[in-house]
């Protein structure tokens, strides 16, 4: 289906919109995001954000490769933190599973009524800087794309009570992710004023 009826839609999107204001009101919305879903959420009739996430820092329990739940996550942060916090959550682990420290950048998930819309919201934010950005399902519920960002980091910091990284690497570190959220920051600012001066 690459058409969603509009009667139909209209009721989709009123659920999304409602979850949204109910989020924000909750304080469950990155703050650092919200001008650019509110904006995504006004600027046209036939699309709508479904979940969100400005970029992170993550200190995650994994036990075996390519697990990454909810559950999993042993601390997060959605903007950049001092590195003396982030390395004092490293050594105070002392968990069976590695610690791995994960940098993430933008993701957002946009509903769309029609596969033409999908098409061109994904174009803007390839265009914007969002390489990674694709359509990533079809379905009656509407076609979903996905608005990613290219910034990615996983490395094991700690197994048991080993370190697995150099106290060194702590300045490098703090390099790494304040130029990722300084990208997540203008990459934002560039998709918002594409989505300002061009139709959808």
């Given at each position: 289906m690459t058409t969603i009826p509009i009667t139909k839609w209209r009721r989709i999107r009123r659920y999304h919109l409602d979850k949204y204001a109910r989020a924000l009101r909750k304080g469950e919305v990155d703050d650092g995001i919200i001008p650019l879903t509110n904006l995504i959420n006004k600027i046209d009739p036939d699309i709508v954000t479904t979940s969100s996430c400005y970029g992170r820092i993550l200190l995650l329990k994994i036990r075996d490769l390519g697990e990454k739940r909810i559950e999993n996550i042993y601390m997060k942060w959605h903007h950049p933190i001092d590195i003396d916090v982030l390395w004092r959550e490293i050594e105070r682990y002392t968990g069976g599973e590695t610690l791995w420290l994960l940098l993430q950048s933008t993701i957002i998930h946009i509903k769309c009524r029609t596969l033409d819309k999908a098409v061109k919201i994904r174009n803007?934010?390839?265009?914007a800087g969002y390489k990674y950005s694709k359509?990533?399902?079809?379905?009656?519920?509407?076609?979903?794309?996905?608005?990613?960002?290219?910034?990615?980091?996983?490395?094991?910091?700690?197994?048991?009570?080993?370190l697995l990284i150099k106290p060194e690497m702590r300045e490098t570190l703090?390099?790494?992710?304040?130029?990722?959220?300084?990208?997540?920051?203008?990459r934002k600012k560039r998709f918002m004023e594409i989505l300002k001066n061009k139709n959808l």
């Open positions: 803007l934010g390839i265009e359509i990533l399902s079809i379905s009656q519920k509407g076609i979903t794309v996905e608005i990613s960002g290219t910034e990615r980091l996983n490395m094991p910091v700690k197994s048991g009570d080993k703090k390099m790494i992710y304040l130029e990722m959220f300084n990208r997540i920051e203008n």
